[in-house]
């Protein structure tokens, strides 16, 4: 599949997932090395396009942004091929204790990839950072800053990485653009939390962790602000379920209605309403 590349600033370009899967962003040195953040083994072919198709001559670093199989599932093929690997001590510790089940289950739909990449297997992140740290390529300096509060927001793991030379910052999964977002391995309060200091951070541009690429500060703080409110509307919204005060349907409506009627993967809201009602989404 070809790739949906943008390219974000000079340096940067932005696979774009169709229909709100999940981004991944190629960081380009000088010497024509990478920096990937984030990789899907399901879609390694459009990644390894994108490379090839931005002049990329090798990988030179992989970063994840958080544990979730979407961002991660590649790290077995880069570090087969030797490149470090590098993400939160919250994203190698949540994918020791929790991301076992969640691989197979993932892998279950595409069993042919087990044999396309033998031993093929959750690979922990083997560069790892505590709050914050500095990953250095010629001609790039990215801050990698740890941000989920208390240790929990959309994920265990969320880091955001910030390329000081373009002022490019790519949010992860804390920020969702155009689309639904997947709550239910978070924890929403915090998640809130985590996203206030975003609202006055600096950048030219953004990249989301799904959803369409967001030009200047103004255009980004506005999106940091949606999802704000998304989350503050649906915990509210769950909790009247608790209460008894409103039925699943009448809650899913309200979710796919005014502001979010334009969002992408809708089936997500009824996903993230059965996980809080039943622990279980799937
Ligand atoms: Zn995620």
Redesign the pocket.
Known sequence: MEPALKQVSQSVYAVVGPEGATNFTIVKSRDGSAALIDADIRRIDEIEKALELTGCARVSYLIDT?E?F??TSANFYFAQRGIPVIASAGTAGAMRDEGGPDFERMMKPVPELYERFPGLCLTLPNVLFTDSTEVSLPGVTLQLTYRAEDGHS??KGDTTIYFEEEEVLIA??LLYTEVHP?TF?GNIPNWLTALKPLFESHYQTLVP?HGPTVEGEQEGRAYFQGMYNYLEDFYGQLQEIKAGRKSTEEVTQHMLRGVYARFGKRRMVQRNINHFLTGRWF
Do not use: A, E, P
């Open positions: 958080h979730h979407d961002h959309h994920s992860g999964d997947v391995f962790g």
